[in-house]
């Protein structure tokens, strides 16, 4: 996407040709800075700290940490060693081990002086995959935003609500969730984005905010407890979310909080969608609840704020009560039954089994295979 008119992806490859550079995510909104990867351990520490995140990202950093390996010692040791390292960063986004078997299964059955240069280019190729996967959820997700503007008074927006980061930020490029609200913003629908700044990161605040602020979008940050009341007041039209792992039935694994929104908007008559890249479906199993991992994150990032300071410095604030402590579980499951529809590259179906093996009966039956 743009920023001040210069187009950026989230990740590529600095000058030199070998190192790989992303945006600091915990430097923005205030500070865009980004950092030069040099290794699969520096790799691991950005995905680990949330310096790059987002399932997509995630999965694409962790690729090109493979490609930092194999630079440095191609040996089979060396890349079981980077694929452990890598995979032990984060557990709930699938599109991380989704990534790193990828790159096993192309790297295993080559010679170890080919596999430099094979990560590398297997790397980029999940990086241009995943642009295209996002802009075509954008595509298949516009239609429902145009409907519902149709039912709208003329010059009134579709309200949209969000939850957290899957804008362009949490991607390669386009974004999830935001893909078809871009779109709709470019093809001149009013829309309106009510943006939770899903605590305790504030992806929403932080993130979401900034993205859709350097597009134009109009947007208004909500604190996460306000979407139930704004959709008992009819004040939001649609739900789209991003997720991090979506089971083969359809329960979806999100930053935490996006169950509490989905209870709200079905309480409500409010359509909740999900916006779904195929590399986020694990088709291994079927009970989100009882088989999706959700992260623990540290307390600290409850207790403590990261803020603009009056002297213009960056840094945290502690904003819980000394001596308390904190929990912070990162991500919640939605159950399919609350879900509307996934959002997908190859459309809109039901959060069944049925819906996502009849959009995917590639990847549906290679999973039962
Ligand atoms: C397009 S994936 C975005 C997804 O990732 C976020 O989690 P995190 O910020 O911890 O990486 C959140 O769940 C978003 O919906």
């Avoid at 440095?72 to 699938?94: F, M, W």
């Avoid at 295209?132 to 149709?150: D, N, S």
């Avoid at 009560?321 to 529809?341: I, Q």
Wanted: hydrophobic letters at 45%.
């Amino acid at each position: 996407m743009k920023i001040n008119g210069q187009h950026y992806r989230t990740i590529w490859l600095a000058q030199d040709g070998w190192r790989v550079v992303v945006i600091d995510q915990t430097r923005l909104p205030f500070r865009f800075e980004t950092v030069a990867l040099g290794s699969a351990e520096q790799a691991a520490d950005a995905i680990r700290s949330m310096v790059v995140r987002g399932a997509p990202l995630i999965g694409a950093t962790a690729a090109y940490g493979v490609a930092l390996a194999m630079r440095a010692d191609a040996s089979g040791a060396a890349l079981e060693a980077a694929l452990a390292l890598l995979g032990g960063t984060r557990p709930t986004a699938v599109n991380l081990r989704w990534a790193l078997e990828r790159m096993r299964r192309v790297l295993a059955a080559l010679p170890a002086e080919r596999r430099s240069e094979a990560a590398y280019a297997e790397a980029a190729a999940i990086c241009d995959e995943d642009v295209a996967l996002c802009r075509a959820i954008g595509e298949h997700g516009l239609p429902l935003i145009r409907e519902i503007a149709t039912r709208k008074p003329a010059g009134q927006p579709v309200n949209i609500l969000t939850h957290c980061n899957a804008g362009w930020i949490a991607t390669v490029d386009w974004g999830t969730a935001l893909a078809p609200i871009y779109l709709a913003h470019d093809a001149g629908i009013p829309v309106h984005v009510w943006v939770d700044e899903t605590r305790p990161r504030n992806q929403g605040a932080a993130l979401t905010a900034y993205e859709l602020g350097a597009h134009g979008v109009p947007h208004t940050v909500i604190t996460d407890n306000a979407g139930g009341h704004l959709m008992q007041r009819g004040a939001v039209d649609m739900v789209i979310v991003g997720t991090d792992r979506t089971t083969a039935n359809g329960d979806v694994a999100n930053k935490i909080g996006t169950y509490l929104k989905a209870l709200a908007a079905h309480d409500n008559g409010v359509p909740f969608y999900v916006a779904l890249p195929s590399p986020t479906i694990d088709w291994s199993i079927r009970d989100g609840l009882a088989e999706i991992p959700i992260e623990e994150r540290a307390a600290r990032e409850v207790t403590h704020l990261s803020g603009l300071a009056e002297d213009g410095e960056v840094r945290p604030f502690r904003v819980v009560a000394p001596g308390s402590g904190a929990a912070n579980p990162a991500f919640d499951v939605t159950p399919a039954r609350l879900v509307t529809g996934p959002v997908t590259e190859r459309g809109v179906c039901a959060a069944s089994a049925a819906g996502l093996a009849h959009l995917f009966p590639d990847l549906a039956n290679r999973a039962t295979a």
